[in-house]
């Protein structure tokens, strides 16, 4: 954990920070509508013809340079065995399935995590990529996580320059995000949602499904500008 000053805190993840929130006076909001069973549709065509690039959590242990989950939830994040992610943005050209967190990974991913542009990959196309481009917000990092039941976020921040944006396209009623104390659920209804992840927050499932949202990094200033 770092501290307001980016001093380490000793007992938590590096990942666990903490920031002066930015200046957004609500939690979480809708954006726009989208065509749900059009992106639905095509996450399922993603996975039938994308699966190579599906990084499932506990089948690639060899890419951190140290532990970064805590099956106590303690100091960092509980991630299941088969929670799953698919990187749809990189800077690289590297295929197949790629580490979804920048911290503690091998030195062949670290320099295009730092790319701040939309880089798509070769799986990223069709309507999911349409939905990215007609967001009226600068946009990048773009994944889908796949949280199996029992994954757990740890209170945090994210940075202030960027917030988050969320588009369920599968979730339980035992899946929520607690905001600055707010418990909040994102149902699976066609709207994009903003959620301003400077504010502390976490995420838990404790259903006995996936949950799938397909989410991403907006610029801060982009949002408040508009």
Not at 62 to 90: C, K, N
Request: aromatic content about 12%; proline content about 6%; hydrophobic content about 35%.
């Amino acid at each position: 954990m770092l501290d307001i000053q980016g001093k380490p805190v000793p007992g938590f993840k590096s990942y666990v920070q903490t920031y002066v929130p930015a200046p957004i006076k609500w939690k979480i909001k809708r954006w726009f509508k989208i065509d749900l069973d059009k992106l639905q549709q095509w996450f399922k065509d993603l996975e039938k013809d994308y699966g190579e690039c599906k990084f499932v959590y506990g089948e690639n242990k060899q890419v951190w340079t140290e532990q970064i989950d805590d099956p106590t939830g303690r100091t960092g994040h509980i991630m299941p065995h088969d929670s799953a992610w698919y990187v749809l943005t990189f800077a690289g050209d590297q295929r197949g399935a790629l580490p979804p967190i920048a911290k503690h990974v091998t030195e062949q991913y670290k320099e295009q995590w730092m790319d701040k542009e939309l880089n798509p990959r070769y799986c990223f196309t069709g309507y999911g990529l349409e939905v990215i481009k007609q967001m009226p917000a600068r946009v990048r990092k773009i994944q889908i996580s796949s949280h199996a039941p029992g994954h757990q976020l740890i209170l945090h921040q994210d940075s202030t320059d960027n917030i988050r944006f969320h588009i369920a396209l599968q979730t339980n009623p035992h899946c929520w995000w607690e905001i600055a104390g707010e418990r909040v659920h994102i149902p699976v209804d066609g709207w994009v949602y903003l959620v301003n992840t400077s504010l502390p927050h976490r995420v838990y499932n404790l259903g006995d499904s996936h949950r799938i949202h397909l989410y991403g990094k907006v610029w801060t200033q982009d949002v408040l500008d508009t």
